[in-house]
């Protein structure tokens, strides 16, 4: 079970950096597992009573999604303004320390996904190369040997 599945939330926000090489995978199978709505890069949030509504930039322009709470929204940058991010201190870190930090032993989960097989990539043909005069030569290879016309 998920901490976050005893409840006591009402937002969940995930930022952008991740161990699945930033794909932004994590906060949506955190959302599904959760059974929450989830609204991936904001850069832009309004909660209002038991609403959030999340930015997302688009081609073209900006798109508001409006969920109801709880909920997990990922951020990217424009999230929260640059003035806004606070590195740590020292001081903040060594006080950090002292905080009670609630460990939560891993279970183990029924395995969902089952391999039924696996083939490798046949390997590449040699490449051929042809003089730019020799048309007839390229058109005979790409016809009897690539068949692409």
């Known amino acids: 079970d998920l901490v976050a599945q005893n409840g006591g939330y009402d937002l969940i926000l995930c930022g952008k950096e991740s161990i699945d090489y ?20 904001s850069v832009g949030l309004d909660v209002n009573g038991s609403e959030a509504t999340a930015v997302r930039e688009i081609e073209g322009g900006k798109e508001s999604i409006s969920v109801k709470l709880p909920a997990v ?11 806004d991010l606070i590195i740590p201190n020292m001081r903040g870190i060594m006080s950090a ?16 996904v089952q391999g039924v097989s696996y083939d490798s990539v046949p390997p590449r043909a040699a490449v ?16 009897e040997e690539a068949k692409v016309i």
């Open 22 to 41: 930033n794909g932004g995978s994590v906060p949506g199978m955190v959302a599904q597992l959760l059974n929450q709505p989830f609204v991936n890069a």
């Open 97 to 112: 320390r002292t905080k009670p930090l609630q460990v939560v032993e891993p279970t183990s989960s029924e395995v969902k």
């Open 128 to 143: 051929k190369l042809v003089s730019p005069d020799n048309l007839d030569e390229l058109v005979r290879l790409l016809h």
């Open 73 to 83: 929204i990922a951020g990217q940058k424009g999230l929260v303004d640059e003035k």
